[in-house]
């Protein structure tokens, strides 16, 4: 039921703005998780309490997966499963930037099928669904079709270890960030900048409402050995993230070292 469950996810999403901007530079408490987990805020979790109620009140038989909520491997049951991240930039929320964003997906075996990323400070929400274009305040967007040389791609620094790269050096892209690892992938997806990606293992919560609103606007969206991305898992982690037009992704691929993903996820990717 995709074509039910986008206005869901929008109405949520855009009634979720109002409870995160209480907070938003008005020093909000905030606390290290602990580990590579990464600090959280008052503000996160009053936006989780709100997308679970919402949510799972209108789609009781649906699991269940946030960072900001205990997982329950009920979820794992469940044929369809709200993916949330309540404020993906937590940082950047804290600093008092305009970069974070709430990003809610539905994944149905594993495949997401209805997604909306929502910049609040910005008033900028992305959607899309399986049956639906990706859109940007509801119109719709593509990817450029650039080549690697010069391309803009938003990534963290850790993407240019030249361990990464089959000729010990990262390609003659252009390196940018934005703190919302969500928004990063749909400026991608509408084409501002010509690709978004993780070398590294990423969490569910950050990568799946973007990833189907990149591939609906017509980017090749993979992990970052190419693989399919795959949600709902037990580990609620995928292995990192590569989304851009065909013809940049077949060169980013081509320029990859492909490696098995080791390391854990961080918390938040910083520049």
């Known amino acids: 039921m995709p074509a ?36 959280v805020t008052e503000a996160d979790l009053a936006v989780n309490d709100h997308l679970e109620s919402v949510l799972r009140a209108a789609r009781p038989g649906y699991g269940w997966l946030s960072e900001e909520s205990a997982d329950d491997p009920v979820r ?3 044929a369809r499963c709200f993916i949330v991240d309540p404020i993906d930039g937590t940082r950047a929320f804290i600093d008092g930037q ?30 899309a669904s ?42 003659p892209f252009r390196r940018e960030f934005r703190p919302s690892i969500a928004w990063r992938l749909c400026l991608a997806a509408e084409g501002r900048f010509d690709a978004a990606l993780s070398l590294r293992p990423c969490w569910e919560w950050d990568v799946a409402a973007a990833s189907l609103i ?19 898992s037990a580990g609620a982690q995928v292995a990192g993230v590569v989304v851009a037009g065909p013809r940049l992704h077949r060169a980013i691929m081509a320029a990859r070292r492909l490696a098995d993903p080791v390391a854990p996820p961080e918390g938040e990717e910083v520049a």
């Open 76 to 78: 794992r049951k469940a």
């Open 130 to 171: 399986v049956d639906a274009p990706a859109t940007r305040n509801g119109e719709p967007v593509a990817p450029s079709d650039m080549d690697i040389d010069g391309a803009r791609v938003l990534t963290s620094r850790a993407a240019l270890d030249p361990a990464m790269w089959r000729a010990d050096a990262p390609p």
């Open 4 to 39: 039910a469950d986008l206005p869901l996810l929008v109405r949520a999403a855009l009634d979720a703005g109002p409870i995160a901007l209480r907070f938003w530079k008005r020093q909000p408490r905030a606390w290290d998780k602990g580990g590579t987990a990464g600090p």
């Open 214 to 232: 990149a591939a609906r606007a017509g980017c090749t969206v993979t992990d970052m050995n190419g693989g399919d991305l795959r949600f709902n």
């Open 98 to 127: 305009d970069g974070f964003s709430h990003a809610i997906a539905v994944a149905e075996h594993g495949r997401v099928t209805a997604a909306a990323v929502y910049l609040p400070a910005r008033d900028v929400i992305y959607a």
